[in-house]
């Protein structure tokens, strides 16, 4: 059973840019959940991704936007940076309505 | 909205000792509670869940919605203990089944040998 990858693992980036976070689910689950944890923070959570829709939401402007795939994999995207968006980004995968989501490492980022 | 309250950044006990980390919710509905820890160099994994009562490498939880508390236990904690552990509330989102967890800020715990 492969678990949940992340890529890439840290990047930089400046204000005003834009940047795509990849998340591969663990295998046989359909729904993706993003997570952003600032330092010293617990992990707030941005939306949820099943079947190619996003099926809930965080308090998160519109500026996040995500993408789930047919093979289930995910991608976060966050436009025109801000230096509050330097944070640790997770990735949970899951079956709909399971209790447990199975979280990859993480890819952090630094908004310069 | 729903919150999770860690009130110790950072907890130290002895090895031996016993442990308890706090956690207090706020939430109008019925709460599902969990426990995440994450060690060293690993990732966010789920240790307990309070529908289960069960006891994980030692610890359990107990939900107290009176207190509206889900402590974390241990009665005699080991060094492997040490880690960062995050209380988590689970919310249903919509209709469509769709479930979000709240966290609290985690509490460090460090076991001195």
């Known amino acids: 059973e492969t678990g949940v990858t992340q890529s890439p693992t840290h990047l930089i980036k400046t204000r005003g840019q834009q940047v795509t976070l990849r998340c591969s689910s663990q295998?046989?689950?359909?729904?993706v959940s993003w997570y952003q944890q600032a330092l010293g923070q617990g992990p707030q959570f941005i939306f949820q991704?099943?079947?190619?829709?996003?099926?809930g939401r965080g308090n998160f402007p519109p500026r996040f936007s995500g993408l789930q795939f047919p093979n289930y994999s995910s991608e976060l995207n966050v436009n025109a940076l801000e230096l509050d968006d330097s944070a640790l980004y997770l990735c949970?995968?899951?079956?709909?309505?399971?209790?447990?989501?199975?979280f990859g490492p993480g890819t952090r980022l630094l908004v310069l | 909205a729903q919150r999770v309250t860690q009130p110790e950044k950072l907890l130290s006990v002895f090895k031996g000792a016993p442990v308890e980390l706090k956690c207090n919710y706020s939430?109008?509905?019925?709460?599902?509670l969990f426990w995440y820890v994450q060690y060293s160099r690993q990732r966010l994994q789920l240790l307990l869940r309070?529908?289960s009562r069960e006891s994980i490498k030692g610890f359990t939880a107990d939900l107290n919605k009176g207190e509206t508390s889900f402590h974390l236990k241990k009665p005699f904690a080991q060094e492997e203990d040490s880690a960062m552990y995050y209380c988590?509330?689970?919310?249903?989102?919509?209709?469509?089944?769709?479930?979000?967890?709240?966290f609290g800020k985690g509490t460090k715990l460090s076991v001195i040998p």
């Open positions: 309070h529908i």
């Open positions: 991704y099943y079947r190619e829709e996003e099926n």
């Open positions: 939430y109008s509905g019925s709460p599902e």
């Open positions: 949970a995968s899951s079956h709909l309505a399971e209790e447990t989501q199975y």
């Open positions: 295998s046989g689950h359909n729904t």
């Open positions: 988590a509330l689970r919310v249903l989102y919509s209709g469509a089944g769709s479930y979000q967890l709240t």
